[in-house]
């Protein structure tokens, strides 16, 4: 009985001590609104972003592109986290599409993301609301907050497609990291 006493205790204290810091970055200056992504910084070679992502192994790789899968990013596993280089083979980018199949509710997802970036990048942002009709007589429906810090545009996004009969037939809920 008191060791499964103390097992909750330590659980509970886990728990509690988490809130926000099991999100965000341990290096106190990137929380002052310092872009990056992962331990990763622009103008990396491939090899140095292959070193960052320590714990995850690429599974593929090519001059302008790396992609790793089924990575946890702010407590969500993606589905692929994408490096993008430019023509001198330097870090320009990164995106984080988040496994759709294992999201159940896409606005508080969106959320708790919106949520922690801002602690990360602050409260200016622009938030962006599109709709437009597709071809098919879908409606592809679009929301994004996005952030401009220091040569950096940092933009989550939301994106689900409702077809002419009101259902959702996709979403897709990314953040991209783009040097300006």
């Known amino acids: ?8 205790i330590l659980v509970l204290a886990v728990i509690s001590g988490c809130s926000d810091s099991c999100f965000l970055p341990e290096s106190p200056e990137r929380i002052k609104g310092v872009p990056y992504f992962r331990d990763t910084v622009w103008g990396m070679t491939i090899e140095q972003v292959e070193a960052a992502e320590k714990e995850s192994k690429a ?12 990575v946890e990013v702010y407590g969500f596993m993606t589905q692929s986290i994408w ?27 969106f959320g708790t993301l919106k949520e922690i ?4 990048y602050g409260d200016d942002y622009e ?15 679009t929301y994004s907050v ?35």
């Open 83 to 109: 490096y993008y280089f430019d023509d001198d083979k330097k870090l320009n980018g990164a995106s984080c599409n988040f496994a759709s199949w294992l999201i159940d509710d896409y606005n508080a997802a």
């Open 117 to 120: 970036l801002t602690q990360m």
């Open 59 to 70: 599974s593929w790789s090519s001059t302008h592109n790396v992609t790793y899968t089924d």
């Open 146 to 180: 996005s952030w401009d810090k220091q040569g950096t545009n940092i933009q989550l996004t939301l994106s689900c497609i409702v077809d002419f009969g009101g259902q959702s037939q996709w979403f897709g809920l990314v953040i991209n990291y783009t040097a300006k």
């Open 1 to 8: 009985m008191i060791k499964n006493l103390s097992k909750i």
């Open 127 to 141: 938030e962006h609301y599109y709709e437009r009709e597709l071809h098919d007589g879908n409606t592809d429906y």
